[in-house]
């Protein structure tokens, strides 16, 4: 029987050999690919068009907010390989003021989350000029997501 971290490390090996990175991280059942934003279409347009791969669907984008890093937003493209039934968890780190590309040409579900992220994190993309609010509606002065300083139960005491 083949476990889940035998299947994590072929698929990888696979990854290795179409688009020259490595994954990490074979803890859990879901391999990580770390790029850099810069690589983000190019590795999700190969990994879906890619006949050894076939990764043609995407199942969910994660933001996960850390003010206290430099790169504050860690971006997590989950997406799946309906032909060999696993899935890859594609991760970006940028930081508050960083734009990215969008995916919604790539995978058309994707235009959802990002109008999401864009509404509820702030986060910005180069080449999306139909994001709209879905979540708020106009309702929000700024990100709700965010996690802010003094939302965070910190105080800022003056001396």
Do not use: H, W
């Not at 994954?23 to 347009?45: A, H, K, M, W, Y």
């Amino acid at each position: 029987m083949i476990t889940p971290q035998q299947n994590a490390f072929d698929l990888c090996e696979k990854i290795q050999r179409v688009i020259g990175l490595e994954c990490d991280d074979f803890s859990g059942e879901i391999p990580i690919l770390d790029i850099f934003s810069s690589q983000l279409v190019r590795v999700l347009t190969v990994l879906n068009s890619n006949r050894i791969l076939f990764f043609k669907r995407l199942v969910d984008i994660v933001v996960v907010d850390r003010p206290d890093y430099e790169k504050r937003f860690e971006i997590n493209y989950i997406i799946a390989s309906t032909l060999f039934d696993t899935k890859l968890n594609v991760r970006i780190n940028i930081d508050a003021e960083e734009r990215i590309n969008n995916i919604y040409y790539i995978y058309p579900p994707a235009y959802y989350r990002e109008c999401e992220m864009a509404e509820l994190f702030g986060i910005e993309f180069f080449n999306n000029k139909k994001i709209k609010q879905i979540v708020t509606q106009g309702r929000a002065a700024d990100f709700p997501l965010r996690k802010e300083p003094q939302a965070l139960g910190e105080r800022n005491e003056e001396p």
